[in-house]
């Protein structure tokens, strides 16, 4: 294609993305960088149907002034970014120094904020994405060597748990969990221990939300190498048959390789789709035990009645760093094959 | 007979115009649009106001919805705002007070509020930011029958009569988890450590500052209280606010409950549960720390507000709506919805709880305008100690660490 002609092609798609992509990011940026005004407190009687009492208030006319003066806040450079509720350098400088083993001080930097999150946005991310990718190519390939009756009904049950909404599969799930539920009874039944509670220990929070993922992802990376897998050429299956392949190894060597740029794309939807887990915690109920980075955005946004703007965009512009980090692996070597294919 | 029929219909007709007339509803011809969560007594005071004062409207709007207190801010911050009023409770008018969002309402109250109780005027520095009409608080429910049962022959007072209760309960082999609370992590397990705190004479703030004084001794003690409490809960406690708890308490497998007053009615009622359990459900006071202490409970009103940023006179059309359904035929139509702070309420079996603990002199929910970022701070805080993995001095550094690094952001502190 000339440049020319490719310019104006990719234009309304670059367009797009400038606006919709690009332009937010650097606007959650720029808010990264400013804290409020000082608020302006003033002390007066307060009065209302349980008696009076002196309380603090804003003052409003000197807060406005001082807003309409410098609209974006204070600037506070990455202030936000170093605070406790986000990378907490001091904090955990402090805690290297005090503590005397690993273990304690590795118990501190997980009681900040963002270090538990991350711990746990990280856990869930290692352990759904592999599983999903092993599994959903399992499937895909059982299901391809299903007769052909029997396909059309298995692909549509196989997909059905994407089929619910995240938010509703994940309440399900957790009044199934429940000590009266079905799931959470017969567990206790089976361990013989009234007591034993899903939602009562982080262990097992952690684990059913890892099963949950997989359960919910699952369809995305099945439908995805079954199709792969309508495009594997018979010659070449043909080939190995002749030349002495078991099934097993003409899986390993034929249908695997052809289908490794599908897997790249898969490992790198997954990898951004289980980095930004959220939904199955607020249906789970499980802030207790596990919460992921954004889980806090949300809570910085919306729990305290005062949205904190530039706590929610630090942890937005690390979650995207954190997101970066993890794809390059995978975008090198997309970028490698596609030079290979190139040559 | 149909024209019996159409006689009757007639007056019926006659009658509610005279009544609509009778109502004063400011000027005529104003659009009223009201933002307010979605409850029954919420929906009696707007649905009143709607009756009485909708014909001479241009246009009547009621949006009832949980979210109300989420969206309340960005739809009154333009001018003309979303709302011409927003049904709120202590808490969220300090988060519209903080923006500037709502006017005041003193030349309003004059002109169309006279019949209101000058108690029920929500004053700040002198002007009324508010009109308040009814009150709700957490208390004590308890099982009369399983405490007999168990031996105990008197309603808990204090919290360490409701904790040798619990215990008798569970050495009889009644119930293992006889406590109930509203513990679930976030707002609810930020609201109940508010209670103890304050039943143990705690003060959120060092006076007149935004800086935080939770990590005292009334917080160390608050907490230790607070865990004595939920080793007698269900250990799925951390995920429990208010539907479950009703859930539990309804279906009998709990006989000793710290929940909110609102869920008096609907409770008692018999609706979602066994004779067995509302006919021994025991409505009262809060517990306290000592004997004729201050109760643990934090009192609520919900009244209602006008938005800044919308022409006087739809103010004054909203205002005169909203005032005139604040009267005793309101009151007694729906008289067991709500706790109303208004002439003609009688309160019943429902009621009991909640002015037992406002007459044993509990705090008022603060009104200040960080408080929320500490009730933040404490919901996702708390939860660590009450799990068991931190010492009850180190949750609550944690607290005020949280807090200070949120309210530097906000402005509070710098």
Redesign the interface.
Same mark, same amino acid.
């Given at each position: 294609m000339k440049h020319r002609a490719f310019f104006w092609f990719i234009l309304p798609t670059l367009a797009a993305m400038t606006l919709f992509i690009a332009l937010p990011i650097v606007s959650v940026f720029v808010q990264s960088l400013y804290? *409020? =005004? @000082? *608020?302006v407190?003033?002390?007066? @009687?307060?009065?209302? !149907?349980?008696?009076c009492?002196q309380? $603090?208030?804003?003052d409003?006319a000197a $807060? #406005?002034k001082l807003r309409e003066e410098a609209p974006l806040?204070?600037f506070?450079g990455f202030g936000?970014y170093s605070? /406790?509720?986000h990378l907490a350098f001091a #904090?955990v400088g402090a805690a290297w120094a005090t503590s005397d083993t690993i273990d304690a001080f590795w118990d501190e930097v997980v009681?900040l !904020?963002f270090y538990g999150a991350l711990t746990f946005t990280l856990t869930y991310t290692a352990a759904v994405t592999p599983l999903v990718l092993l599994l959903g190519l399992a499937i895909a390939i059982g299901v391809n060597s299903l007769p052909s009756i029997l396909k059309g009904p298995s692909i549509f049950v196989s997909l059905l748990p994407f089929l619910v909404t995240p938010l509703v599969g994940s309440l399900i799930l957790f009044w199934m969990v429940?000590?009266d539920g079905v799931i959470g009874a017969i567990i206790q039944l089976i361990f013989d221990d009234?007591?034993l509670?899903l939602? +009562?220990s +982080?262990a097992l929070t952690w684990t059913m939300l890892i099963l949950y993922g997989v359960w919910h992802t699952l369809p995305f990376s099945f439908i995805v190498f079954y199709a792969g897998l309508q495009t594997v050429p018979l010659e070449t299956l043909e080939a190995a048959q002749v030349d002495g392949a078991t099934k097993w190894q003409r899986t390993i060597y034929v249908v695997v390789p052809h289908l490794v740029p599908l897997i790249s794309f898969v490992t790198l939807m997954l990898l951004m789709d289980n980095f930004r887990v959220f939904e199955p915690i607020v249906s789970?109920? +499980? @802030?207790? =035990?596990a919460r992921s980075l954004s889980w806090i955005i949300f809570?910085d946004l /919306? @729990?305290?009645?005062?949205p904190?703007y530039?706590?929610a965009g630090a942890t937005s512009m690390l979650t995207i760093l954190g997101v970066v980090f993890l794809l390059t692996p995978v975008l090198i070597r997309t970028w490698r094959d596609f030079k290979g294919a190139g040559r | 007979m149909f024209l019996k029929k159409l006689v009757i219909a007639g007056a019926a007709l006659c009658l509610m115009k005279s009544a609509a007339f009778a109502a004063d509803c400011g000027p005529s011809g104003q659009s009223i649009r009201i933002l307010a969560s979605d409850f029954p007594a919420i929906h009696a005071v707007a649905g009143t106001a709607e009756e009485n004062c909708s014909a001479g409207a241009s246009e009547f709007t009621r949006n009832h919805t949980t979210e109300a207190r989420q969206i309340m801010n960005a739809a009154l911050t333009p001018n003309p705002s979303e709302y011409t009023s927003v049904i709120v409770a202590n808490s969220t008018l300090t988060q519209l007070m903080n923006d500037g969002l709502v006017r005041p309402l003193n030349d309003l109250v004059e002109k169309h509020g006279s019949h209101l109780p000058k108690n029920l005027m929500i004053t700040i520095d002198g002007n009324i930011m508010a009109v308040a009409f009814m009150a709700n608080s957490q208390h004590l429910f308890s099982r009369k029958d399983v405490l007999a049962k168990a031996g105990v022959n008197e309603i808990p007072g204090t919290y360490n009569e409701m904790i040798t209760a619990a215990k008798a309960i569970r050495e009889a082999g009644i119930m293992e988890h006889p406590i109930v609370m509203n513990m679930k992590t976030g707002w609810n397990v930020g609201e109940s450590f508010n209670l103890v705190f304050l039943a143990h004479g705690g003060e959120f703030f060092k006076a007149g500052t935004a800086e935080p004084s939770v990590n005292s001794a009334a917080g160390v003690a608050a907490l230790n209280t607070l865990r004595e409490l939920v080793e007698y809960a269900h250990p799925d406690h951390l995920t429990q606010a208010s539907n479950e708890t009703q859930a539990i308490w309804e279906a009998g497998e709990a006989a000793l409950g710290i929940m909110w007053g609102s869920r008096g009615a609907p409770i008692l009622d018999d609706e979602g549960s066994s004779a067995e359990v509302t006919s021994n459900t025991v409505l009262s006071s809060a517990p306290s720390v000592e004997p004729g202490g201050i109760p643990g409970a934090t009192l609520w009103w919900d009244g209602f507000t006008i938005s800044k940023n919308v022409s006087d006179a739809e103010a004054e059309a909203t205002f005169a709506a909203l005032a005139s359904a604040l009267n005793s035929d309101m009151v007694a139509a729906h008289n067991d919805e709500a706790v109303w702070l208004l002439d003609g309420f009688k309160p019943g079996a429902a009621a009991a709880g909640v002015s037992a603990t406002a007459q044993g002199g509990a705090a008022p929910y603060p009104m200040l305008p960080q408080i929320g970022l500490l009730h933040n701070a404490l919901g996702s805080e708390l939860s660590d100690f009450l799990k068991g993995e931190e010492s009850a001095e180190k949750a609550l550094a944690d607290v005020e660490a949280a807090y200070v690094t949120a309210a530097k952001e906000a402005g509070f502190l710098q």
């Open positions: 804290v *409020q =005004h @000082e *608020q407190l003033v002390i007066s @009687e307060n009065c209302g !149907p349980f008696g009492k309380s $603090t208030s804003v409003i $807060t #406005e806040g204070q506070n936000t605070n /406790r509720s #904090e009681n !904020p429940d000590s009234p007591n509670s939602k +009562a +982080a789970f109920s +499980a @802030e207790a =035990h809570n /919306r @729990e305290s009645g005062n904190l530039g706590s | -």
